[in-house]
């Protein structure tokens, strides 16, 4: 049980946050606003996901 909620809360979140970085700013970079709404949608998800599966989970 332990392994996996560090799965959630740590390694998911990190992942979706830098690529939502990295979106962000190849969209603001090659002004391509679909990619930069795209970055900005997965650093939210980044945000939110974990709570919503961690109470799930509880």
Known sequence: MV???????????????????YFIGTGI???????????ILLFFAAVIVPFIILTSLI
């Open 3 to 21: 392994q996996s909620v560090i799965i959630y809360s740590e390694i998911i979140p990190t992942i979706l946050a830098l690529a939502g970085v």
């Open 29 to 39: 970079l090659d002004h391509k606003r679909s990619q930069a709404v795209l970055g």
